[in-house]
C-alpha cells in the first residue's frame, strides 16, 4: 500500500527472535532498517537525530525499548502518533515549541520486559505480539537448516539431541551447531 505500517512490539524471552524478525518486516516491505537500542538513547537529542534522519516508510528497530529513559519516550509519542518532533526553542516563559514533520515510518520496539513499558508507550503500539520459546521439532529444523548453511551433515537423530539442549531458543540451538562444526 506504499504505506507504514503500524507500530509493533515483539515481547519475549533473549535468543527467539525478535531481531531477525525486526529485519523481516522492513525486508519484505522493501525499506530501509534502522537499529538502535534504548539503553544507548540517553537524551533527547539522541533520538531526534535517529527520527529525523528516516526516511519514508523505513523501520525504525529499538531493542530493550523498556530501558529507554521516561524524558526520552514521551519524544515518542508524538512521533509515532503524529509522525513530528516537537522542539522546545529557549528556556522559561519564553520558551516556544517547534513541530517538525517526520516521514511515516514503523517503529518496531523489542523487549523482555512488557511489565517495564508505560501505558502511554504501549498504547501506542498498533501491532503487540508475544513470542514464546520453540518447540523441539520447531528448534530441529533450525538446527538441520543452520547445518546444512554451514556445510555440516546433521541426521535427524543429531538435530533432535542438539534441539533439546537448546532451552526453546534459536540462539542456543546456532551456537550448539557451531561448537559442533568446531569439533567435528
Known amino acids: 500500500r506504499e504505506e507504514a505500517l503500524d507500530h509493533v512490539l515483539l515481547a519475549g524471552p533473549p535468543g527467539l527472535g525478535k531481531t531477525s524478525l525486526a529485519r523481516i518486516i522492513a525486508t519484505e516491505l522493501q ?30 528497530f ?6 529507554l529513559g521516561r524524558a526520552v519516550e514521551e519524544v515518542l509519542y508524538p512521533a509515532m502518533e503524529d509522525f513530528a ?5 529557549g528556556q522559561g516563559p519564553s520558551a516556544r515549541t517547534l513541530r517538525l514533520d517526520l516521514p511515516p515510518f514503523t ?21 503487540v505480539e508475544r513470542l514464546n520459546p520453540y518447540t523441539s521439532d520447531e528448534l530441529g529444523r533450525i538446527v538441520t537448516r543452520s547445518a546444512g548453511l554451514l556445510g555440516l551433515d546433521v541426521d535427524a ?5 542438539i534441539a533439546a539442549r537448546s532451552r526453546g531458543t534459536p540462539r542456543i540451538a546456532n551456537r550448539l551447531v557451531r561448537r559442533v562444526r568446531d569439533v567435528a
Open 157 to 161: 537423530s543429531g538435530a533432535e539431541q
Open 85 to 89: 518532533l516537537d522542539v522546545v526553542l
Open 31 to 60: 525499506v530501509g532498517f534502522h537499529t538502535t537500542s534504548g539503553p544507548v538513547i540517553e537524551r533527547k537529542g539522541d533520538l531526534a537525530a535517529i527520527l529525523t534522519a528516516l526516511e519514508p516508510n523505513d523501520v525504525l
Open 107 to 127: 517503529l518496531v520496539g523489542a523487549t523482555t520486559r512488557t511489565g517495564l513499558l508505560s501505558g502511554p508507550l504501549l498504547g501506542r503500539f498498533g501491532v
Open 62 to 67: 529499538i531493542d530493550e525499548i523498556h530501558r
